[in-house]
């Protein structure tokens, strides 16, 4: 049976680690419009050169394109069979409104709305010493969680880059829009009874554990 989930959390609350473990786990298919995003950016489209001043600065991207990008990968065959595991989608209440009126469309539901919590000096800490792969996409931290070698991937050895985005300036900007546009859709869910909070300040294994339980994963 195919799973419908969504992650929702501030930046640097894990949302990406535990997508990708959450995808293993039911075959379900990550959809991170971060990642997404990134992809458009690299691949000098037009959609990436549209968002690429606005993520750069920490905001949004307008509701539109964003719904649209995501939308094209939802109808997909994919993700119709797999089910999916959203990540930094929806992000405003307009797009939690989107997002249902085409699962209604589709006569589907979502399984889960999960939140991500973690205290503010955690978030901060994991942001400011964030190093990615620029090949395979692993994360690493500078202090948490070095690579074995300097600015080298231990998985695949690509470069390990700093985010364009995680800068102080556009750390303190994603932050401030997490609570001013994305909070609201913790409410949106919650009214609905669809929501299941999850600590996630603790390190990543642990939370993984606790979704697997409260999702009542069995399988892997
Ligand atoms: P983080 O959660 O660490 O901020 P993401 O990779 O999820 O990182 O997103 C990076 C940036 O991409 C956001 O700051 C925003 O500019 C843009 N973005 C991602 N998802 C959305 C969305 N659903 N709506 C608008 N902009 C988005
Ligand atoms: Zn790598």
Redesign the pocket.
Known sequence: MAIRLVLIGP??VG?GTQSKLLSELTGARPL????I?RAEIEADTELGQL?KD??DH????P?GV?IQMMFKRLRQEETRQKGFIL??????VR?AEALDEELDKEQVTLDGVISLQAPLDVIVHRLTGRLGCTKCGEIYHSVNHPPHREGLCDKCDGFLVVRG?DTPEAIRE?LV?FEEATAPVLDYYAATGRLMAIDAGRESDEVGAELKQRLNLTCA
């Open positions: 930046p640097g949302k991170s419009s971060g990642l995003f968002a606005y993520i920490g905001h949004l991207v509701n964003t990540d930094g989608f929806p992000r405003t797009q985005d994603r829009v």
